[in-house]
């Protein structure tokens, strides 16, 4: 921190005439000075962090049957709804459960979706989600929020409406049950520019992380962050991609490079570095994304029907580490300290390729009529 100092005193003119008036006044205005800039230090240095210690709550007794919540922040509803309901139908109901984000007043039922599984499985009181807005963050925790009152929910998986499976739900659920770890996708990014120095000291540069928004979560984990009071409102005050006119319009600031943090990529494994549970991490993410970098700015490809073969998945089922350019980082992907496929989940997967999948078989047998009986 670098704090301003009053500079020396400007004196000329009275040197020449009068010498002794003149150290007097300088001496006198520099013991002012001295005096205003200790005033000043003990008036308005900026508060220490205001992280609160960290206090887990109290455990939940639970002995039953530990489930999967499933949490889906989405648009509106379930586009691939139908590849997730042959993933459930191999589960036993009481092994999983299912929340929905989808902008407000939006319900799933009948008319809504074709798979029961999602039957009012949507949370009231949802968010207006902008991207690259911490509503994103706010609907996140939203959906843990709700999950975290079932105590049998003992893992917390993120997924957007994109997203799909790779592995049959028994395969899923062992991987996920047998770590007492999240998966977080975490890295320090030297080159990082979207760290605000405003955010200092509460959250300082050697803290602020990157990482896949698509994370799982333990239940103390989902704990953490639900309970957050002390990030979460520096990524609000401080992570606006965009602002909102009177009119509800949305424009960029004027600014020629308007700060943007992305907070969905940021939130998470910046408050878990900042409480220090980088250790209870499996530092990667469990969702596949395909990146295209031929344009100027990275964004994610769309797996179609052309491009998810049963080969273009195995590719992806058989990656098994993951290197962070960023931190010069090789991670072997692994789940209770045994090497595992490093990915569960795919996106961004469109209907075409998403049928694709399913017709391979890759949840186990499907019948396709279940839907089609469900929708009549
Ligand atoms: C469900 O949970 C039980 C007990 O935890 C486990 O034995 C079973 O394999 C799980 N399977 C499925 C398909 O849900
Ligand atoms: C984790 O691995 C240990 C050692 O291999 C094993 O004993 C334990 O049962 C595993 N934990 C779970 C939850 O699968
Ligand atoms: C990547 O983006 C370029 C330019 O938009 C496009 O031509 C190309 O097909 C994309 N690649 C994939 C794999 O989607």
Known sequence: MTKKR???????VPIRRHPWLGIHLVASLSALAFLLTLLWIQFYTPNPPLLTPLRFRDPIPF???????????TRAGM???FVWHAFFMNARVGNFSVYVHSKPGFKLDRSTTRSPFFYGRHIEDSVQVIWGESSMIEAERLLLSVALDDPANQRFVLLSDSCVP????DYVY??????????????????ERRYNEKMAPSIPRHKWRKGSQWITLI?????????????????????????????????????????????????VPTLLSMRELEDKLERRTLTYTLWNSSKSSWHPVTFKYGNASPQDIDKIKEINNVYYDADLR??????????VPCFLFARK?????????????????????SLLQESS
Request: hydrophobic share 35%; with cysteine; proline share 7%.
């Open 6 to 12: 009053a500079g020396p005193p400007a004196v000329t």
């Open 63 to 73: 002995s039953g049957k530990p489930k999967i919540a499933f949490l889906f922040l």
């Open 79 to 81: 586009p691939l709804d």
């Open 166 to 169: 790779l592995y049959n739900f």
């Open 174 to 191: 062992n991987y996920l049950i047998s770590s007492q770890k999240s998966f977080v996708d975490s890295f320090f990014d030297k080159k």
């Open 219 to 267: 239940r103390r984990h989902a704990e953490v962050i639900v309970d957050d009071d002390a990030i979460f409102p520096i990524f609000k005050q401080y992570c606006k991609r965009k602002l909102k006119d009177v009119d509800g319009h949305i424009f960029k600031p004027a600014r020629k490079k308007p700060q943007s943090c992305i907070p969905d990529e940021h939130y």
């Open 330 to 339: 090789t991670e072997w992907c692994q789940c209770n300290g045994t090497f």
């Open 349 to 369: 997967f469109s209907r075409g390729a998403a049928v694709q999948l399913l017709s391979e078989g890759t949840f186990g047998p499907f019948d396709a009529s």
